[in-house]
Protein backbone atom coordinates (compact mmCIF):
# COMPACT_ATOMS: atom_id res chain seq x y z
CA UNK A 1 0.00 0.00 0.00
CA UNK A 2 1.64 3.39 -1.15
CA UNK A 3 1.93 6.12 1.45
CA UNK A 4 -0.81 8.46 -0.82
CA UNK A 5 -3.38 5.15 -0.84
CA UNK A 6 -2.70 4.61 3.11
CA UNK A 7 -3.55 8.42 3.41
CA UNK A 8 -6.76 8.78 1.44
CA UNK A 9 -8.18 5.59 2.44
CA UNK A 10 -7.80 6.87 6.47
CA UNK A 11 -8.84 9.83 5.30
CA UNK A 12 -11.84 9.04 4.08
CA UNK A 13 -12.82 6.43 6.83
CA UNK A 14 -12.08 8.76 9.37
CA UNK A 15 -13.95 11.06 8.03
CA UNK A 16 -16.75 8.58 7.29
CA UNK A 17 -16.72 7.58 10.73
CA UNK A 18 -16.98 10.69 12.92
CA UNK A 19 -20.21 11.86 10.35
CA UNK A 20 -21.84 8.30 11.01
CA UNK A 21 -21.11 8.03 14.88
CA UNK A 22 -21.63 11.68 15.56
CA UNK A 23 -25.11 11.23 13.96
CA UNK A 24 -26.14 8.77 15.90
CA UNK A 25 -24.48 10.56 19.19
CA UNK A 26 -26.38 13.54 18.13
CA UNK A 27 -29.04 12.11 15.84
CA UNK A 28 -28.69 13.79 13.26
CA UNK A 29 -30.51 13.51 10.13
CA UNK A 30 -32.52 10.78 12.08
CA UNK A 31 -29.84 8.02 11.78
CA UNK A 32 -30.06 7.02 15.06
CA UNK A 33 -33.51 5.32 14.02
CA UNK A 34 -32.32 4.14 11.56
CA UNK A 35 -29.20 1.99 13.36
CA UNK A 36 -31.55 0.14 15.64
CA UNK A 37 -30.31 -1.85 18.81
CA UNK A 38 -26.80 0.40 18.64
CA UNK A 39 -24.87 0.02 21.44
CA UNK A 40 -23.83 3.47 22.95
CA UNK A 41 -20.28 2.85 24.22
CA UNK A 42 -19.40 1.43 20.59
CA UNK A 43 -20.52 4.80 18.89
CA UNK A 44 -18.41 6.69 21.11
CA UNK A 45 -15.36 4.51 21.01
CA UNK A 46 -15.95 4.75 16.80
CA UNK A 47 -16.16 8.03 17.02
CA UNK A 48 -13.12 8.98 19.17
CA UNK A 49 -11.52 6.22 16.45
CA UNK A 50 -12.24 8.47 13.15
CA UNK A 51 -10.81 11.29 15.23
CA UNK A 52 -7.35 9.62 15.63
CA UNK A 53 -7.69 8.34 12.20
CA UNK A 54 -7.70 11.86 10.84
CA UNK A 55 -5.18 13.01 13.43
CA UNK A 56 -2.93 9.95 12.08
CA UNK A 57 -3.57 10.63 8.63
CA UNK A 58 -2.38 14.28 8.67
CA UNK A 59 0.55 13.29 10.91
CA UNK A 60 1.71 10.68 8.05
CA UNK A 61 1.57 13.63 5.67
CA UNK A 62 4.18 15.49 7.10
CA UNK A 63 6.01 12.27 8.18
CA UNK A 64 5.79 12.46 12.12
CA UNK A 65 6.12 9.56 13.80
CA UNK A 66 3.68 10.18 16.15
CA UNK A 67 0.84 9.27 14.35
CA UNK A 68 1.52 5.48 14.41
CA UNK A 69 0.79 6.04 18.22
CA UNK A 70 -2.51 7.44 17.34
CA UNK A 71 -3.60 4.41 14.94
CA UNK A 72 -2.27 1.92 17.79
CA UNK A 73 -4.28 3.94 20.35
CA UNK A 74 -7.11 3.04 18.22
CA UNK A 75 -6.72 -0.34 17.89
CA UNK A 76 -6.49 -1.07 21.82
CA UNK A 77 -9.29 1.39 21.83
CA UNK A 78 -11.11 -1.27 20.06
CA UNK A 79 -9.94 -4.18 21.74
CA UNK A 80 -11.31 -3.09 24.90
CA UNK A 81 -14.71 -2.12 23.21
CA UNK A 82 -14.95 -5.37 21.52
CA UNK A 83 -13.86 -6.74 25.09
CA UNK A 84 -16.51 -4.49 26.58
CA UNK A 85 -19.41 -5.61 23.88
CA UNK A 86 -18.76 -9.09 24.77
CA UNK A 87 -19.63 -8.57 28.59
CA UNK A 88 -22.40 -6.85 27.28
CA UNK A 89 -24.00 -9.45 24.81
CA UNK A 90 -23.11 -11.88 27.39
CA UNK A 91 -25.00 -10.14 30.48
CA UNK A 92 -27.91 -9.71 28.14
CA UNK A 93 -27.48 -6.03 26.68
CA UNK A 94 -29.42 -5.52 23.69
CA UNK A 95 -27.33 -5.31 20.61
CA UNK A 96 -27.34 -5.68 16.77
CA UNK A 97 -25.65 -8.62 14.86
CA UNK A 98 -24.32 -5.93 12.69
CA UNK A 99 -22.59 -4.04 15.43
CA UNK A 100 -20.35 -6.93 16.12
CA UNK A 101 -19.55 -7.73 12.76
CA UNK A 102 -18.84 -3.97 12.31
CA UNK A 103 -16.55 -3.79 15.17
CA UNK A 104 -14.48 -6.69 13.69
CA UNK A 105 -14.13 -5.00 10.80
CA UNK A 106 -13.18 -1.72 12.03
CA UNK A 107 -10.51 -3.50 14.34
CA UNK A 108 -9.02 -5.45 11.38
CA UNK A 109 -8.83 -2.43 9.31
CA UNK A 110 -7.29 -0.16 11.79
CA UNK A 111 -4.36 -3.01 12.34
CA UNK A 112 -4.29 -3.19 8.27
CA UNK A 113 -3.70 1.06 8.72
CA UNK A 114 -1.08 0.44 11.60
CA UNK A 115 1.20 -1.79 9.58
CA UNK A 116 2.32 0.13 6.74
CA UNK A 117 2.63 3.18 9.06
CA UNK A 118 4.86 1.53 11.05
CA UNK A 119 7.00 0.64 7.66
CA UNK A 120 7.13 3.96 6.24
CA UNK A 121 7.65 6.16 9.59
CA UNK A 122 10.47 3.16 11.03
CA UNK A 123 13.62 5.35 10.51
CA UNK A 124 11.85 9.12 10.05
CA UNK A 125 13.13 11.87 12.32
CA UNK A 126 10.81 13.99 14.06
CA UNK A 127 12.00 17.95 13.79
CA UNK A 128 10.51 19.55 16.51
CA UNK A 129 11.10 23.42 16.98
CA UNK A 130 11.31 24.39 20.17
CA UNK A 131 11.18 28.18 20.07
CA UNK A 132 12.83 30.88 21.24
CA UNK A 133 16.06 28.08 20.56
CA UNK A 134 15.02 26.35 17.56
CA UNK A 135 16.29 22.92 18.39
CA UNK A 136 16.10 19.42 16.78
CA UNK A 137 15.31 16.39 18.93
CA UNK A 138 15.47 13.01 17.40
CA UNK A 139 13.22 10.64 18.94
CA UNK A 140 12.99 6.76 19.14
Known sequence: MTKK???FVLTIFGLVTVFMS??????????REKEGNYVPFVVIANFICGFLY???AFGISKDKKWS??????AFIILI??????????N?????ETKTVK???FRTVLTLIFTIPTL?????????????PWNCDFKFL
Not at 68 to 73: P, S
Not at 80 to 89: E, P, R
Open 5 to 7: ILL
Open 22 to 31: SSVLFDWFGI
Open 54 to 56: LTA
Open 68 to 73: QYHLIL
Open 80 to 89: ITFIALYFHI
Open 91 to 95: SGGIY
Open 102 to 104: ALA
Open 119 to 131: KYLRNEEINCSCN
